[in-house]
Every structure is written in structure tokens, then in C-alpha cells.
């Protein structure tokens, strides 16, 4: 009989002046720590816990094991609903949907410290949760990514949102091409605040309970950024090579065209001496033509909305997109399968009629789930 895994485990470390650490761990090291709805469904609890308590001073997140903070959300169980109720509406999906993005714009807003190590892989509903956090620390193994358009889905989980506010272009080309990025992209793209070397991770949270913590959320923010400073400098010499900075005059010039089918069609196009743009190029020229198409809607309508806006638009747009097939055919060639061969419902992103396009973006119901945030 197989012992029962708890699937997050939460900790409350004391500290040496009284108030205690909260620690979150994601503890599904099999599936690199996917988010299931029970685990959204528990975080967000504790979150709401922890936020009202005085004698919680900060959170500290992490993932199990060596290898992911979180790889994404577990796409299976979203593939399983969709399929199961297709059209619509699918229960768990979007039940999924609407906890995950409660618990990732409560932690944007949480005005406590909040630490997240994103060590290993970061990717989907783990840059969800990573990009929340006040103090965002990457390793020297971190690898970054929203793969979405390789699963005929987009970038949720706040993108809308964080992947608008990053330096000119980069943020419309990582969602377009779901390319990979590492700890010096990160910083160089604003979603880092610190590179720690993983070795101190430890370290870094006896540290945190080793602090005097002050009654001022303000104070322990300096705390924390004063005590993570002293990590970051002993880390400095295994910062690894970034990609993003010295592709970004090539990505600027991709994204140029006046429409988004022009940007798409420029980078599935493009022929660089850049390695990591022509993988980039590549992911994007196989992914859904739906997708690439969606996401650079998505993208443009939600440059300049608040927070809240953007999680209340990415609810609208996640339901539209699981009651259609194409995600799941994405799953399927991806993960079920695995034949890698998906039979996209478009050969290419100008066959997209704009009436599906306009579809995708029209409220499924009469109240949006995230009216209340």
C-alpha cells in the first residue's frame, strides 16, 4: 500500500524575536511539482491565514526535490476535464483556473515579504507563483519558460500582466515562441530580484529565522532584501550567461510589423545566427496557430490593465479556450500520446478566422468568477 503524500506542505518556522516563518513547500516531486486544485485550493487558505496573522512575519515558497520549483499546472487533469465536458462548461478546469489565479494575485498583493526560490524549472503555473513573489530568487540550474503556444493554450497565470511590463518587445516574443530563459535573463527581465546560488538555500532560511523581525511590513522588506544581499554577493562568480539581452535588438526588429500577424509570420521567418532564436522561431512555427494567434491578442489587449484586470481577462479567455478542442488535441500530441503531431485546427495563424479570434475573447457566462478579486 502506497504511503499518502501530502501534496503542499505548509511549516511555521519561529523566529529567534518571535514571529515565524511561513513555509510553502510544493511537495509533488513526480510531476515536478504541478499544481493540482487541491494544492491551489489549500495554499490559498493558508495564504489568507498567514496575511491576517501578526505573528506571521513572512512566506518563504520552494519546491521539493532537486529538480522544479513547479513545472506548471497538471495539465492532465485539465486535459481530462475538457475532453470529458467538452463545450463546456468544465467543472475542474476552471475551478482549477479561478483558485490558481486567486492564489497568484494574492500573493502579488500580499504586503508581507514573500520569498520564492525558483531553482530548477519555472515554468507555466510555477511562473504563476514565482513572478507573485516581493523577493524572486533564481539559481544557478533555474530554467524559465510559458510554453503555452506548444499546447494550444497561452500564457495565463498574470502574464497577461508581468509579460507587459518587461523591456520592448521580449515579453510578446517569449509568449509567442514559450522560449527558455535562465536566471540572467530573468534579472535582465525584470522577474528576478536576486541570483543565489542553490547551495544557500538553507542557509537563507535559517537566516530568515534568525532575524529580528520589526512590526512594520516595510522594515521586514528591508530586512529580507538587506539579509538575501549578502547570498547574492557570495553567488555573483556562478551567474550563467544569459540569452535575452543579446537577442534583443533582433527581437525588437521581429516584433516591428505593424499587426500581429506580421510579428508572428516575421519570427516563424526569421533566420538568425542565433541559436536560441531560431529554437525560439522553430517552437513557435510548430506550435498552435490559434494559440499564436491569442496570445498576441491577448498580449495587446491587456497592456496597461491593472492586475486585477488582467486575471479577471485571462479567466474569460482560459474558459473559452478549455471548452474548444484544441488544447486538448495539444495535450494529447504532447503528453497522452505523445506522438508529438498535433493535428492544429488552422495550417497556419492567417487561415485564424477573426471570428473565432473575437469568440475566444466574448464571456462564456453572465458574471466573470474573479468579479470579487
Known amino acids: 500500500m502506497t504511503a499518502h503524500v501530502e501534496e503542499v506542505l505548509f511549516e511555521e518556522r519561529r523566529s529567534l524575536s518571535g514571529p515565524s516563518v511561513g513555509v510553502i513547500t510544493l511537495n509533488v516531486e513526480k510531476t515536478l511539482n504541478s499544481l493540482t486544485l487541491n ?42 476535464s475538457s475532453v470529458e465536458q467538452l463545450g463546456g462548461p468544465c467543472e475542474y478546469a476552471e475551478a482549477f483556473f479561478e483558485q490558481e489565479y486567486r492564489v497568484d494575485y494574492l500573493l502579488h498583493q500580499f504586503d508581507k515579504p514573500v520569498i520564492v526560490w525558483g531553482h530548477g524549472i519555472v515554468m507555466g503555473g510555477g511562473m504563476g507563483v514565482f513572478a507573485a513573489g516581493s523577493y524572486r530568487v533564481v539559481t544557478e540550474k533555474t530554467r524559465l519558460a510559458m ?142 496557430p490559434l494559440s499564436a494567434r491569442l496570445i498576441a491578442e491577448q498580449i495587446r489587449r491587456c497592456n496597461g490593465l491593472s492586475l486585477k484586470a488582467a486575471f479577471q481577462a485571462e479567466m474569460l479567455l482560459s474558459t473559452a479556450i478549455i471548452r474548444q478542442p484544441e488544447f486538448a488535441e495539444g495535450v494529447r500530441a504532447l503528453l497522452i500520446d505523445k506522438d508529438r503531431n498535433p493535428a492544429w485546427q488552422h495550417s497556419s495563424p492567417v487561415d485564424v478566422p477573426q471570428d473565432l479570434i473575437e469568440q475566444h475573447f466574448t464571456a462564456p457566462w453572465a458574471e466573470n468568477p474573479l468579479g470579487d478579486l
Open 39 to 80: 494544492m491551489v485550493e489549500l495554499m490559498l487558505l493558508k495564504l489568507r491565514e498567514w496575511r491576517e496573522r501578526s505573528d506571521i512575519a513572512c512566506v518563504f515558497i520552494h519546491g521539493s526535490g532537486q529538480k522544479a520549483l513547479c513545472a506548471g499546472g497538471d495539465v492532465q487533469a485539465l486535459y481530462k
Open 147 to 288: 510554453p503555452e503556444i506548444t499546447i494550444g493554450l497561452y500564457p495565463d497565470v498574470g502574464g497577461s500582466y508581468f509579460l507587459n511590463r518587461m523591456p520592448g518587445h521580449t515579453g510578446l516574443f517569449l509568449a509567442l515562441t514559450g522560449a527558455s530563459f535562465n536566471a540572467a535573463d530573468a534579472v535582465y527581465l525584470g522577474l528576478a530580484e536576486g541570483f543565489v546560488e542553490h547551495q544557500y538555500s538553507g542557509e537563507v532560511l535559517n537566516a530568515l529565522t534568525e532575524t529580528v523581525w520589526s512590526t512594520g511590513v516595510a522594515e521586514n522588506h528591508e530586512r529580507v532584501f538587506d539579509l538575501m544581499a549578502t547570498f547574492v554577493a557570495r553567488s555573483k562568480a556562478a551567474l550563467p550567461e544569459g540569452n535575452v539581452e543579446a537577442a534583443a535588438s533582433e527581437i525588437a526588429e521581429l516584433c516591428s510589423a505593424d499587426d500581429d500577424l506580421g510579428v508572428i509570420n516575421n519570427i516563424i521567418a526569421a533566420q538568425s545566427e542565433n541559436p536560441w532564436v531560431q529554437k525560439a522561431a522553430a517552437t513557435l512555427a510548430s506550435g498552435s
